[in-house]
């Protein structure tokens, strides 16, 4: 009897232990409760990612939504975090304002057992895992892609970010520029001017670009990384009359930049699909919830997604190919 009495106390206990130290695991994915904490609720942006996060609800059943700061604000959204926190919801998916200003609240959410998925959150500690639409060195040779096809794959170009202290905007920069050595032999980078700064600004890109096509007559191709410096650069193109002679590529929101594709002042614009992003993420948690094994080349089975690899000398950044082309004939279909 006194035996059979200690196995029972003995099973108790490792049941406690699993319940306590994977609650979520033993849950069905149904009854998972997953919040994704986006920069700025208002933003277009994450409004399309929300729009991405209701999508996948109606399509699994799960409990996610999304809930973040009324602007872009790292303490606004430390304190979104601390709440869900008190709520003991399963899974935080959060794009942080700041990773460095979150890493202290998002420790205390993985202590308290919450699983943590970040997205443009590369350098967070605190987080199981961070999803990466692309590596920039391969989304800036999608971006030479686009141009070269504008182009010709001939001609002479120039480079275009926001600072040449900006790390992401010059490592795409970086990757399309040997990405046209290595595939595009009849391209030819401006060496006078290689790379020139629009401050971030869609007035400044326009100046730039403006003055250089007025100093270099030959000047066919200009890529942009900033979401302002296409923009800009194809008003330049516009009002300087020289559409379907001189080209521009690189990131830039549909909406803002509807005419200016329809006119073919811009051939295209590169960017990721906030709605797919948040999928990603949410993907991701149910994995992790489920305690399934996060290996080099996993699937999310979201678009973008499907074979996630480890950034180099990481065990947390997975990196996808979530880029997409955006053009006249689509621009209207994204919704923001």
Not at 223 to 248: H, N, Q
Not at 277 to 303: F, H, N, R, T, Y
Request: aromatic share 6%; net charge negative; hydrophobic share 40%.
């Amino acid at each position: 009897m006194k035996r059979l009495l200690t196995l029972i106390l003995v099973l108790c206990m490792v049941f406690t232990v699993t319940a306590c130290g994977g609650k979520a695991v033993s849950k069905n994915e149904k009854d998972f409760e997953i919040v994704v904490v986006p920069k700025d609720a208002t933003n277009p942006w994450f409004v399309r990612m929300e729009t991405g996060v209701k999508e996948y609800k109606e399509e699994t059943g799960i409990n996610v939504y999304q809930k973040g700061p009324s602007e872009t604000d790292a303490t606004m959204q430390s304190q979104v975090v601390q709440d869900l926190i008190a709520a003991k919801v399963d899974a935080i998916c959060i794009v942080p304002v700041d990773p460095a200003a979150l890493e202290p609240v998002l420790k205390k959410a993985m202590d308290a057992g919450i699983v943590v998925i970040a997205h443009e959150g590369a350098s967070l500690k605190n987080c199981n895992y961070d999803i990466e639409a692309f590596s920039n060195e391969q989304y800036g040779a999608f971006i030479m892609d686009n141009l070269a096809e504008a182009m010709g794959e001939e001609g002479l170009y120039t480079t275009m970010v926001a600072h040449v202290t900006n790390a992401s905007h010059n490592e795409w920069a970086d990757g399309g520029v040997a990405h046209q050595k290595a595939a595009y032999p009849n391209m030819k980078l401006l060496e006078a001017e290689p790379r020139v700064e629009s401050e971030d600004n869609g007035d400044v890109a326009y100046q730039k670009a403006k003055e250089l096509l007025k100093k270099y007559p030959d000047l066919k191709g200009i890529m942009g990384t900033s979401s302002f410096d296409a923009p800009g650069i194809a008003r330049a193109i516009e009002e300087l009359g020289l559409i379907g002679k001189v080209f521009t590529s690189g990131t830039g929101m549909p909406a803002a930049n509807a005419e200016l594709l329809k006119s073919k002042a811009v051939n295209s614009l590169t960017l990721w699909d906030p709605a797919l992003a948040g999928q990603a993420m949410v993907s991701m948690a149910v994995k992790v919830l489920k305690g399934e094994k996060i290996q080099d080349g996993v699937d999310l089975g979201i678009e973008g997604y499907n074979e996630l690899h480890f950034k180099k000398g990481s065990d947390k950044v997975l990196e996808g190919k979530g880029w997409i082309v955006i053009n006249a004939e689509n621009v209207d279909s994204f919704g923001f």
